[in-house]
């Protein structure tokens, strides 16, 4: 009994060392998948495209080795969606095919829903919207019919961007709560469409629905830490239910423009509409419009008088008809009538001409001015400031989606806005929300303007104790040149005055305030690419430039 006592103990011994040499192994590979898997996000927007294959061959393998069935295709099916962002279509769908015919020779239900998202991926890189969100569909009833317990909030949520895209804003209401009725749904989707009805609600000054959002994502916040945006969100709170002086007292911490804007709205639905206009002229500084209601009246003038000669003639033709001895002093009245008619038509269509043209030229002065005023007040406002506080707690991943679905409005037709991430959805740090994002829109702004066909691809990489923002495009851009172009007031482009340098003065100021750093890429050539980098977690202090 002594010796199989002891050799119990051996066994149970030899047991635990093997169960915990498994343990570690299992760990080692899981944290090589991990590894793995950042590398593919990271390669999977650039053209590095020996560099992608490789990760992505080496993910395949490992996750086989693995069994992770779903990481094996989701590396594949990526594989077609980099061809995709590299504008290979027929080669990326191709790819795709080849997902889904081993996913059905396998029986890998998830490899064939993998596929069916790669598909409407990479229709949507190739901007063929309607393919793509029959695709999305598609893919969502898929996943709806096998997946019943699990969240097809990801689908959904390129469905909403489409109907943002088509400006179809009931579609987009409709995706959106789709989205909140999913199972499981993660919060970060369910936070932005949440976000997404709220502003709908506000915009239709709608109080019991915006009520019943508000307290939804209250308590998102309190259960899942995704929160709104604030302290925009508090504002539109306090302007829906009444309580507009504490809206006015909290719009003022707003940035110059949203203050103006928000005041107007609230000072409109206090039934102030003197203040009202004089916030929105602030906010839209509307120019003079004397001189256009002038040249109008000058237009309608020239047709009343045109329209008079017309009755006279008509008259004294008729009195030929009546008064046949008089007819050739009639016919050359009516001659002579005839040319000072034509003379008149002529100078009418050249004076309506060219008002067209002032028209126009004063509408795109007027642009520039508002443009320029807006800018420089920004530029100003900034400037101004030796600090701000940078202990708000943020979620990248959310501020960036948020400003992604804002600035895909503003795109010209085509133009697809993409945000990438290294980031998990509940990963914080603490800076200032309103400054970060106003220094991210202004970059994917300055993009959407100029960016006429492609894609705009927001990036966020966590680079040791910083946080790494990028913007890129496929606009004519800046390209190769020096950096030292744009940090002027303005700067020449295609004949046109375009506010780049003081747009990019505004961003470096932004960025001063945030503790951290911005430059132009100056080796990217396909377009224009942006940097930002901040500090993860800074203290409020002096800034030192």
Not at 106 to 133: P, T
Not at 260 to 283: L, P
Request: charged share 25%; glycine share 6%; with cysteine.
């Amino acid at each position: 009994m002594l010796y199989i006592h002891k050799y119990l103990k051996l066994f149970v011994l030899l047991g635990c060392l093997l169960g915990t040499t498994l343990l570690y192994a299992a760990a080692g590979k899981t944290d090589e998948m991990l590894r793995l898997e950042a590398l593919m996000l990271e390669y999977i927007d650039s053209n590095h495209r020996d560099s992608f294959y490789l990760v992505t061959d080496q993910l395949k393998k490992a996750s086989q080795e693995y069994g992770n069935e779903r990481l094996y295709y989701r590396a594949w099916g990526n594989q077609g969606i980099y061809e995709a962002t590299q504008q290979y279509y027929e080669k990326a769908l191709n790819l795709v095919k080849e997902v889904m015919a081993d996913a059905q020779a396998n029986g890998s239900i998830y490899g064939q829903y993998a596929a069916l998202h790669a598909e409407a991926m990479v229709l949507l890189q190739k901007q063929d919207y309607g393919a793509a969100e029959n695709a999305f569909l598609k893919a969502v009833d898929f996943h709806h019919r096998h997946f019943p317990n699990e969240s097809a909030g990801e689908d959904l949520q390129e469905l909403m961007k489409i109907a943002n895209h088509r400006k179809d804003a009931k579609a987009g209401e409709n995706y959106a709560r789709q989205i909140i009725n999913e199972p499981n749904v993660a919060p970060i989707h369910k936070g932005r469409a949440l976000y997404r009805l709220s502003q709908m609600a506000f915009k239709k000054n709608d109080k019991e629905e915006f009520n019943r959002i508000y307290q939804e994502m209250a308590h998102l916040k309190q259960t899942d830490g995704i929160s709104p945006l604030k302290p925009l969100m508090e504002v539109n709170n306090f302007i829906m239910n009444g309580q507009f002086d504490e809206a006015l007292r909290l719009a003022d911490k707003l940035d110059p423009v949203d203050c103006a804007e928000r005041k107007a709205v609230a000072y409109h639905r206090m039934g102030d509409d003197a203040k009202a206009f004089k916030f929105m002229q602030q906010y839209k500084q509307i120019s003079d419009s004397i001189v256009l209601v002038s040249h109008g009246n000058m237009v309608a003038s020239c047709y009343v008088q045109m329209n008079n000669d017309r009755m006279k003639l008509e008259k004294l033709l008729l009195e030929q008809q009546n008064n046949q001895w008089r007819s050739y002093f009639y016919y050359t009245l009516a001659a002579l009538i005839l040319v000072i008619l034509l003379v008149l038509i002529w100078k009418g269509g050249r004076l309506i001409s060219s008002l067209k043209k002032s028209n126009k030229m004063l509408v795109y002065q007027k642009k520039d001015s508002e443009r320029a005023l807006t800018e420089l007040n920004e530029l100003s406002y900034y400037e101004s400031k030796a600090d701000v506080p940078l202990t708000w707690p943020l979620i990248p991943n959310e501020m960036c989606n948020h400003i992604a679905d804002n600035i895909q409005e503003q795109c010209h037709r085509g133009v697809a806005v993409v945000f990438q991430t290294q980031l998990p959805d509940d990963f914080e740090i603490k800076t200032n929300p309103d400054a970060l994002m106003k220094l991210l829109s202004h970059l994917l702004g300055y993009s959407a303007r100029f960016t006429e066909k492609g894609t705009i691809r927001l990036a966020c990489v966590e680079d040791g104790e910083n946080i790494q923002f990028s913007v890129t495009d496929t606009s004519a851009g800046l390209g190769g040149k020096p950096t030292g172009r744009i940090v002027g007031m303005f700067s020449e482009q295609h004949d046109k005055i375009r506010y780049v340098g003081m747009n990019f003065n505004i961003c470096q100021s932004i960025t001063r305030l945030l503790h951290g750093r911005i430059w132009h890429d100056t080796e990217y050539v396909d377009g224009t690419r942006f940097f930002v980098e901040i500090p993860q977690n800074s203290q409020h202090s002096v800034n030192i430039i």
